[in-house]
């Protein structure tokens, strides 16, 4: 079966089981930014399973192919279809497969799709730990914001592993865009890193009154609901 049948067939799957009213609501939360076919994350998760099962996951440049087509269309359920592939063969992939993970963190880019696959890129980095600073140098650099917010967030489970200082370096320098998803992704970091230590967030964010006030309440949300409690 090449990229394109394998595509054919799923999407022959996710508009028989798609919903017309569903999808409508779908669009809407997402601003109209795409098409859907109007499949549940439960419905979608379960065909991928089957099909996965019944044809198979796609390998090396099969992947990328298949991957770049389900973009190409403009229902959301595809694009997290091909996520869902490249996840299950992540722990396979050489190290310069960064340069894919960028490429899909470049292309139709929101924040369902820019999350999960910086969630992918930490699992990367932590197999490929010398490919992090120059990595997240260049793309810190590059303007994009959606790589920008992965530069923020892909630590985000990283725990006690966590590199602190890069953490902290990286969000003073988005301190003064007004990009939300910049802002909100500096305040999850730094709200999930306070779970680890939060005497070093609450030292960072009263330090550095140029934090934005969405970051700084996003920062201190743990905090100071657990002093509320006292």
């Known amino acids: 079966m090449t990229s394109k049948q394998y595509l054919h067939y799923v999407q022959a799957i996710f508009l028989e089981k798609g919903d017309i009213e ?3 609501g779908q669009m809407r939360y997402m601003r109209n930014q795409f098409e859907f076919y109007g499949l549940k994350a439960g419905q979608w998760m379960a065909i991928s399973k089957d099909v996965f099962k019944e044809k198979g996951i796609l390998e090396r440049e099969e992947l990328k192919e298949f991957s770049r087509l389900c973009f190409e269309d403009v229902h959301r359920e595809l694009h997290y279809f091909a996520l869902e592939m490249v996840q299950k063969t992540l722990k396979k992939q050489p190290s310069n ?6 490429e899909l963190i470049s292309t139709k880019s929101w924040w369902d799709t820019v999350d999960w696959l910086a969630k992918l890129v930490g699992i990367h980095f932590k197999q ?3 490919l992090i ?3 997240t140098e260049r793309w810190m650099a590059s303007g994009n914001f959606w790589l920008q917010r992965v530069c923020l967030i892909f630590q985000l489970s990283y725990r006690e592993k ?3 200082g890069q953490m902290k370096k990286y969000i003073l320098q988005i301190a ?3 990009e939300f998803f910049l802002q909100k992704g500096a305040g999850w970091a730094l709200r999930q890193h306070s779970r680890t230590d939060q005497a070093a967030v609450t030292d960072f964010v009263e330090n550095n009154p140029q934090l934005s006030a969405l970051t700084k309440r996003e920062a201190m949300r743990l905090i100071l609901a657990k002093k509320s409690q006292k």
């Open 22 to 24: 569903m999808a409508q």
């Open 97 to 102: 497969f960064i340069d894919f993970l960028e």
């Open 128 to 130: 490929y730990p010398e």
């Open 133 to 135: 600073q120059s990595t």
């Open 162 to 164: 966590s590199d602190f």
């Open 176 to 178: 003064s865009s007004k």
